[in-house]
């Protein structure tokens, strides 16, 4: 059972929506890693119903992906043009919807606990982009609601993926949970990181896009915390501003200054860590390996 | 039992997303005529299961018609402010999301049947909406595709809905799956009738306003067939436009002419007129009476 039987899955659902100018829309939204789809064939390999459980995640990521990009005015995604780009805000919204229902429509067809969990995550996952939109309107100095809202926006999928397959194999769900709940937070930690230390192309140095775009990702609530009254008041007033050379610099310095990066990196990394231990004591090689790749790709 | 039980249920559902914001922006969404939720209560009464079926059913449609407003940038609904109007686009695209998610965590409680046929449904209702929106791109001439495209897009809820009542009240569902399919297909149709028939407050006359944003619904499929070679021209180039005071005068002399608002009333009615027969022989009085007011209330 391989990934590539995954994709297969997926145009076959989407073919049965018999819909041409449909496949070719999706046809263009480009498949990323298939994380969950992975964690899935990983976790319960070698059952059938892995292959379709593991589409059914896939097509609703991607939906929520699809909305996502609206919402965000993204023009790209996965360095690709993003569908909103290429078909317009209105087709996009639509086929997320059309995605979405069939992903629901075919998740019927597993044993209620599991279209429960699913639904679930995907209940978290709308709150979560909302209430990532809504973080963003001021800054946000709270770590406990910036924590809440990567685990619904990004780690509930995950989370619920895991579990999904952990009961397809019959396998201790809790440990699965655990550990889809930790790669999933970490991950979009390490996402946020990396807006921070990743050179822009054209700039030679980090963007800093988050920050500008409103997003009070962790290492600036965590340099919030450590900055003097006055510096604070001055982070605070160039957060949703278009940053000129000497005020990212500062902003980069300051960072250094009270060790935030490593100080976040050392955050994702303990539930890296946690999980890892978790597969080592079940024995799960291949999810061990995704847990130490997803590490040593970003850092 | 009530529509009242229906409206409480819903405010219920809605409260366990535990998110403020949420739930006040959802309170905004004006109740409409619940069209969905009384067939429901009528087909299955006493059943306690039907309260929450029809909540789920009518938060699928409040979902819907969230997207659907900012797909058509639509500024009102039920004559007040739409939410895209109130909120913004943003926000209308994640309540919508949460609404539909919710529903469908809730719907995964029923049996598989049920939530094969409303997830069905929400696939439909999609692909519908998307259909009507590609429909508008250029003058469309063919009735089939109008006849799928409402079915899709209105009358496919309506028939889960009916039919998921007939099966909470263990009664022959054909039966009141024509009903519902329909009666969604007329409202559809007499809908698409009264915006060519129905004197616009500022105009004095009709506004012909689906024309203009581009749906050639079935009144000016009918005409197109109608008309001869030249006068088929004519209304090609009127698609899609803003019409001055003559053309639209044009228009509506063509339709009397030949006699289009009658024939097409009369295909809306030929359908209600089958919905109130099965009604009437399964001695259903409250549908029956459903059903003829609709019409009564529309002509």
């Not at 609703?60 to 990009?69: N, Q, R």
């Not at 397959?165 to 769900?173: E, T, V, Y």
């Not at 000129?244 to 976040?264: A, D, G, P, T």
């Not at 890296?272 to 004591?281: F, G, S, T, V, Y």
């Amino acid at each position: 059972m391989s990934l590539q039987a995954v994709e297969k899955e997926i145009d076959r659902l989407i073919k049965e929506l018999n819909e041409e100018d449909i496949i070719e829309i999706i046809s263009k939204i480009p498949a990323g890693k298939r994380l969950r789809a992975r964690l899935m064939l990983e976790i319960a390999p070698n059952i059938k119903e892995t292959i379709k459980g593991a589409a059914i995640i896939e097509m609703i990521h991607a939906a929520s992906l699809l909305h996502d990009d609206v919402i965000d005015n993204a023009s790209m995604r996965r360095g690709v043009a993003s569908i909103n780009a290429l078909y317009g805000n209105k087709s996009a919204i639509m086929v997320g919807d059309i995605l979405y229902s069939k992903a629901f429509f075919e998740l019927v067809g597993f044993k209620e606990e599991i279209a429960k969990i699913v639904s679930n995550a995907v209940v978290n996952l709308s709150i979560g982009e909302r209430e990532d939109v809504r973080l963003s309107e001021e800054f946000n100095p709270n770590k406990d609601r910036y924590y809440k809202m990567i685990y619904q926006k990004t780690a509930a999928l995950i989370e619920a993926a895991s579990e999904f397959a952990a009961i397809l194999a019959n396998k201790d769900r809790e440990i699965y949970k655990t550990y889809g709940r930790n790669l999933g937070i970490a991950f979009q930690m390490i996402d946020d990181i990396l807006d921070i230390i990743s050179d822009s192309k054209t700039l030679g140095k980090p963007a800093l896009s988050d920050f500008k775009e409103g997003k009070t990702t962790l290492p600036y609530i965590y340099l919030y915390e450590a900055l003097n009254k006055e510096d604070k008041k001055r982070l605070k007033s160039l957060h949703k501003k278009e940053l000129n050379s000497s005020e990212q610099s500062w902003i980069l310095e300051k960072f250094k200054e009270f060790n935030i990066i490593n100080r976040c990196k050392n955050e994702a990394l303990g539930l890296i860590n946690e999980a890892i231990d978790l597969m080592q004591k079940a024995g799960e090689k291949g999810l061990e390996s995704i847990a130490i790749k997803m590490v040593d790709r970003s850092f």
